[in-house]
């Protein structure tokens, strides 16, 4: 399979604490993946050595083949919050990796401006984060993230801090924005059905120190409405996915309230 971001024998400790272990997968141009684990299993240290914030300890990452080493606009990134400056309208937040990077041509804002369209907020640019939804702040941290033009988008749990109606128009957003622009998606969630929902494939992670338990493909058709999730075949998904991982859940429950036991 030719990769547009291939991950091979990544390994990360702090200290003694094994935090992933031989992470390999690849994913595919245009292609959306979904990373599901137990809590502690290093999907957000996955996350920051893609994103060049921290160092493997083995193995690597790359993206067309290029070996990735610090942080780079190929990469964008959206977080759990979503991390607007609040002094900035919604326009300076959009257009403020192109400042940093000193790109902010008449290309660049005319096509800023189509992204703030497509995810719906044409009328808000003049608007502060404090005047807007917290949907719609995290619609601007998606259209911040594509105006850079990156090769992978990254997101990481980006819809966990919305309530459950917004969380799902979101997901639809997603899914309509990915398939009108076709970026190469990696999506990290708790969510088994959101993973479900939204993926091509999903790669399930074993319990810390993470590895890859098993990559499953998800053979639903494309455009995804909300109602598949009341079928049989997205059924069998969920319960499939949280087969693999319901020991490892439990397991960690645990862990956690012994560390906190007096």
């Known amino acids: 399979m030719t990769a547009k971001l291939d991950i091979w024998g990544l390994s990360k400790s702090f200290g003694d604490l094994e ?3 031989d992470i ?3 994913i595919k141009d245009q292609e959306l993946v979904a990373i599901v684990g137990p809590s502690g299993c290093g999907k957000t240290t996955l996350l920051r050595m893609i994103a060049g914030i921290e160092t493997p300890d083995g193995g690597g990452i790359s993206i067309d083949g290029k070996a990735l080493k610090g942080p780079g606009p190929d990469r964008g990134f959206v977080f759990q919050q979503d991390s607007l400056f609040p002094w900035r309208t919604v326009w300076q937040n959009a257009v403020l990796g192109l400042e940093i990077d000193g790109k902010l041509d008449s290309e660049r804002v005319a096509r800023t401006r189509e992204l703030l369209k497509l995810v719906g907020l044409s009328k808000f640019e003049k608007y502060y984060p404090n005047q807007i939804s ?22 990481d749990e980006p819809f966990s801090a919305l309530d459950a109606q917004t969380r799902e128009i979101m997901q639809l957003e997603l899914m309509r924005i990915w398939q009108e622009g076709r970026k190469t998606v990696l999506f990290i969630t708790h969510q088994i059905d959101e993973a479900v929902f939204l993926a091509d494939r999903i ?12 990559t499953i493909d998800i053979d639903l058709p494309r455009p995804r409405p909300l109602s598949v999730k009341r079928t049989p075949e997205f059924g069998a998904y969920v319960d499939r996915v949280w087969n693999l991982i319901e020991r490892d859940v439990y397991a960690s429950v645990q862990e956690d309230i012994e560390a906190t036991a007096p």
Request: net charge positive; proline share 5%; glycine share 10%.
């Open 134 to 155: 917290g949907g719609m702040r995290q619609r601007v941290n998606l259209a911040r993230a594509l105006a850079i033009d990156p090769k992978v988008l990254i997101m």
């Open 203 to 214: 790669v399930v992670l074993g319990r810390r120190p993470g590895w890859v338990r098993e």
């Open 19 to 21: 935090v992933l272990k």
């Open 24 to 26: 390999s997968f690849k």
